[in-house]
């Protein structure tokens, strides 16, 4: 994997990057050279995401978090930051669960929502 440093020296929070679309965000973040947080419920298949792309040469970390948990969530405000402290530093959320750090989102469901 061919890696870049557009974004080097940034910092990523993916919600649900263990799997499935969140991954491939995981991947892309920290191919551009950012170091990515992302977390999900399954620590097992979050480990074992988080080896893999370690192995190829990564800034990633895992990070266990139920989203619906206020005792997870502040788990997570541990290791990453308080909404209050990084919210003024998110660019976009692509994850529902995610939308506690500024109370939005920006959905990559191929327009999906947009008809609801």
């Not at 799997?19 to 170091?35: D, S």
């Not at 999900?40 to 990564?58: F, M, P, S, Y």
């Amino acid at each position: 994997m061919k890696h870049g440093d557009g974004l080097a020296g940034k910092v990523a929070l993916v919600t649900g990057g263990s799997r499935g679309i969140g991954h491939g965000i995981v991947k892309a973040l920290a191919g551009a050279g950012a170091e990515v947080f992302f977390c999900g419920r399954d620590q097992a298949v979050g480990h074992k995401a988080e080896e893999a792309l370690t192995a190829n040469g990564l800034a990633v970390r895992f990070l266990p978090a139920d989203l619906e948990s206020e005792a997870s969530v502040g788990q997570l405000e541990d290791a990453v930051g308080r909404p209050e402290h990084i919210g003024a530093a998110v660019a976009f959320l692509a994850s529902p669960a995610g939308d506690y750090i500024t109370g939005a989102n920006l959905r990559i469901d191929g327009g999906q929502s947009a008809a609801v």
